[in-house]
């Protein structure tokens, strides 16, 4: 069964202080990774795609990097800005042609000033 | 571009009541998907559709229906609320399979009460 789990559930940084959170994924085939964020009241914003093994992507203060086994999302000198939930969902290469994603709880990141 | 945009934003039911749910894209995507969000549950799966008049059941599909009448619209009905109900509601859309894009856009989500 495909299974996504986040850790740590709950994260708080000061302004600056960088860090990573990580995604444990189980899936018959991995067809694609993906990294959320979502802010209190609102939709899941798409931030990245990771597709194989040694991936990586950036955007800004974040870096996504993928294995076979899991993913981390680094934050680099994190801003209160970043204070958010990421979530993290897998897509089973052997799913079928519905692009169904199967998503973690997320982790819930407090940056402080 | 709108994106996907979901009506009302919020609602509060007695048990036993009806209402329907309205998710409009405008992306023009074959996919759509309807998911509830309760807290430590994460997202959850209900019912989803790979084209105009296809739908298909998802992880919890049970006290929902459906329908895809055209393609930018995915409507979701609760036929009689039940407090297990009261839950966060999003819509999301993508491209087909085999699109070099296969992400997943979410709308605002619709906040459902069920007295």
């Known amino acids: 069964e495909d299974q996504v789990t986040q850790s740590p559930e709950a994260l708080r940084l000061q302004e600056g202080e960088s860090s990573s959170l990580n995604c444990s994924y189980t899936?018959?085939?991995?067809?694609?990774l993906f990294w959320y964020r979502q802010d209190p009241g609102k939709g899941p914003e798409f931030l990245f795609t990771?597709?194989?093994a040694g991936e990586e992507k950036e955007k800004e203060r974040l870096k996504a990097t993928l294995t076979k086994k899991e993913s981390f999302l680094h934050i680099t000198a994190p801003k209160p800005e970043d204070s958010a939930t990421y979530l993290c969902?897998?897509?089973?290469?052997?799913?079928?042609?519905?692009?169904?994603?199967?998503f973690g709880t997320g982790t819930l990141l407090a940056v402080q000033p | 571009n709108a994106g996907v945009t979901q009506t009302p934003k919020f609602r509060v039911l007695k048990t036993g009541q009806s209402m329907t749910l309205l998710c409009a894209q405008d992306?023009?995507?074959?996919?759509m998907y309807w998911y509830r969000q309760d807290p430590g549950m994460g997202l959850r799966l209900i019912h989803y559709?790979?084209?105009?008049?296809?739908?298909a059941k998802g992880e919890v599909p049970d006290g929902y229906n459906v329908s895809r009448l055209k393609k930018q619209n995915f409507l979701l009905g609760l036929e009689s609320a039940a407090p297990s109900q009261t839950s966060v509601y999003f819509c999301?859309?993508?491209?087909?399979?085999?699109?070099?894009?296969?992400?997943?856009?979410f709308g605002p989500g619709t906040r459902l009460t069920v007295l």
């Open positions: 999301a859309s993508s491209y087909a399979s085999g699109s070099s894009y296969n992400e997943q856009f």
């Open positions: 899936v018959s085939g991995l067809r694609g």
């Open positions: 990771l597709y194989s």
């Open positions: 969902a897998v897509q089973d290469r052997y799913g079928g042609a519905t692009n169904k994603l199967i």
């Open positions: 992306m023009n995507h074959e996919y």
């Open positions: 559709s790979v084209g105009e008049g296809t739908t």
